[in-house]
């Protein structure tokens, strides 16, 4: 496992470069079928591949990643204040997760990369609270059907079949109550979502980058934001905007009521 950040006086490499074809070794036989069966398996050519080598050889980097990306509390507001059974796909190391659990009398949070579920796990025990995390792709979840009140995943689905497309979402409905509802936060493909019955909303506010020293995202933006190195040394200020590297804030949310 790379420690590059672990060391902070040491050059990070930028993520387009950070792995190699002999990552690959860490994959499951089963992921490799899952990642590996089409398209170019260079992490250094086929970013997707890079992600999920990032997930599972560097937990600690991910999660340095994402700290600082906070959810818009308006979105956390917006989903239902008490449920029975919530089920979270691609929960990760628990970036929503937190904000779920107390929220429902059961939460099923499904994460592939065996890393971050035990992340996660140590996570929520550290803060005495308790849930079922298990492993599980968006095309293939280990919950009976009709059984959660709210399906909801986190950023990590998109539109590609490896990670949700058609048939992920069918399988999130196929989960989900009567009249429950699948929702996707911090969608991507928005368009692709809407024409298949989804409603989107966005919250109003302005959003930044919360780092927690300007040290912190000058090196982590070394690695995944190199191009906004510049501008964050120059501003030298750990909140960091959006537009600054490049991406959108997590303001929004696609949702779904499932019909009989």
């Not at 490799?32 to 398209?39: I, M, T, V």
């Not at 890079?50 to 997930?55: D, K």
């Not at 079922?132 to 998109?158: E, H, I, K, M, Q």
Request: charged content about 25%; overall charge negative.
């Amino acid at each position: 496992m790379r420690n590059d950040l672990d060391s902070p006086r040491t050059r990070p490499v930028d993520f387009n470069h950070r792995y190699s074809t002999s990552d690959l070794s860490c994959l499951t036989e089963a992921e490799r079928r899952r990642f590996l069966g089409n398209g170019d398996p260079d992490p250094q050519t086929n970013p997707a591949i890079a992600w999920e080598l990032l997930y599972r050889l560097e937990p600690k980097l991910y999660d340095r990643l994402i700290r600082p990306e906070r959810i818009h509390p308006a979105v956390i507001d917006w989903l239902p204040r008490r449920v029975h059974r919530i089920v979270e796909v691609g929960a990760g190391s628990g970036r929503l997760t937190e904000a779920l659990v107390d929220r429902c009398d059961e939460l099923i949070a499904i994460e592939p990369a065996a890393p971050l579920r035990e992340r996660l796990t140590a996570r929520l025990a550290a803060s005495g609270q308790s849930l079922r995390v298990l492993n599980g792709f968006f095309d293939d979840l280990p919950v009976s059907n009709r059984s959660a009140d709210l399906v909801v995943a986190a950023s990590a689905f998109t539109q590609d079949p490896a990670h949700g497309g058609d048939v992920g979402l069918a399988e999130m409905e196929r989960v989900c109550l009567i009249g429950g509802r699948v929702v996707i936060v911090w969608p991507n493909g928005v368009e692709w979502l809407l024409a298949r019955g989804y409603i989107y909303q966005s919250f109003p506010g302005r959003m930044r980058l919360e780092f927690d020293s300007v040290e912190e995202a000058v090196e982590v933006a070394q690695i995944f934001y190199p191009d906004a190195v510049a501008e964050i040394r120059r501003s030298g200020d750990r909140l960091v905007a959006y537009e600054t590297v490049g991406t959108n804030p997590p303001r929004d949310l696609a949702w779904k009521a499932v019909a009989g």
